[in-house]
């Protein structure tokens, strides 16, 4: 099983990224999909999660209208599109595979940083 997030990096305040998580040994398409964050010293949060079959979002209230998660489950890859970001947003972001009680598989993070 491998989930390999990409697309982090440096942005100024107000820019926009696209991070993309590819997962492969696992049923990509009935799997729910989350993206997760953390800051240093803070704990792990939910940004945004897609359930299987791509109908059902939810986000964070401190991203809900500037980031938007969707997926390709003939790419086996979910994204998070991220607009108009803040420095808060700085943390690393990581993907998540998961179908309650049965699996619940990690990437290894991407860093997102957002600095003038």
């Known amino acids: 099983v491998q989930l390999v997030e990409s697309g982090g990096g440096v942005v100024q305040p107000g820019g926009s990224l696209r991070l993309a998580c590819i997962g492969s040994?696992?049923?990509?398409?009935?799997?729910?999909m989350s993206w997760f964050r953390q800051a240093p010293g803070k704990e792990r949060e939910l940004v945004a999660d897609?359930?299987?079959?791509?109908?059902?979002?939810l986000y964070a209230a401190s991203v809900k209208g500037r980031f938007t998660i969707s997926r390709d489950d003939v790419e086996n890859t979910v994204y998070l599109q991220m607009n108009s970001l803040k420095p808060e947003d700085t943390a690393v972001y990581y993907c998540?595979?998961?179908?309650?009680?049965?699996?619940?598989?990690w990437g290894q993070g991407t860093q997102v940083t957002v600095s003038s």
């Open positions: 998540r595979a998961y179908w309650t009680g049965s699996y619940d598989y």
């Open positions: 040994g696992f049923t990509f398409s009935s799997s729910d």
């Open positions: 897609i359930a299987s079959g791509g109908y059902n979002t």
